[in-house]
């Protein structure tokens, strides 16, 4: 009975508010909070973000132009622990990010031109502590926010799933990065790469 009710229930939201309709609104709002984002990152770069997505420090965040699917998450970090940083994330030209991406800083991340990235990627340029015997009776909540260096990503660059590409890395133009990779070094250009940790699978361009 219960079923039958929710089939019941489902066809009437069809008639009362049809798919076309919803999808008219959802894309509205989305184009509502997207321009909503421009004006508190103080850019004129045009931007289409899905809802929903989550920002902390928009004034730490310069674009061109990009499209986000649902669930991005972009982290500038000036303050955390009573400790004070210099973050940025800038972010090129056409710039597409699927599902659920996750990008963080308290230093430095630019992503440049036409670069292609997949769902569910993560790109860190910082860690919760030293990953040293300092952190040891601390949670990893409480640690302080540490950074190697900034992540670089150059153009034309395609990542894919579940990416996680972490801090003091630069990743060459025209390279392939396949899902599920751990890119913990810098990485040439032209370059195809795969494993945990990365690794150089093949190279698409000798430019000798």
Not at 133 to 150: E, F, I, T
Request: hydrophobic share 40%; net charge positive.
């Amino acid at each position: 009975m219960k079923h039958y009710f929710m089939d019941v229930m489902g066809y009437l939201s069809l008639l009362i508010y049809p798919y076309k309709l919803s999808h008219f609104f959802s894309l509205l709002f989305d184009h509502i909070a997207s321009r909503r984002f421009r004006f508190l990152t103080h850019n004129v770069g045009k931007v289409l973000l899905e809802r929903p997505f989550y920002v902390i420090g928009h004034k730490f965040i310069k674009y061109e132009n990009f499209y986000s699917h649902a669930g991005l998450r972009l982290e500038c970090w000036d303050m955390y622990q009573g400790i004070k940083f210099n973050p940025s994330i800038v972010i090129g030209k056409n710039v597409c990010f699927n599902y659920r991406c996750h990008i963080g800083a308290i230093d430095n991340i630019t992503i440049g031109d036409n670069v292609l990235v997949g769902s569910n990627v993560l790109i860190t340029d910082h860690s919760h502590g030293y990953n040293d015997q300092r952190d040891c009776h601390l949670s990893p909540a409480n640690r302080v926010l540490y950074s190697k260096g900034p992540v670089i990503i150059e153009n034309d660059v395609w990542i894919g799933e579940n990416v996680c590409i972490l801090p003091n890395v630069r990743v060459g133009h025209h390279s392939v990065i396949g899902a599920n990779t751990v890119v913990t070094k810098d990485v040439p250009p032209y370059s195809v790469l795969a494993g945990n940790p990365a690794k150089i699978i093949k190279t698409l361009y000798d430019n000798e």
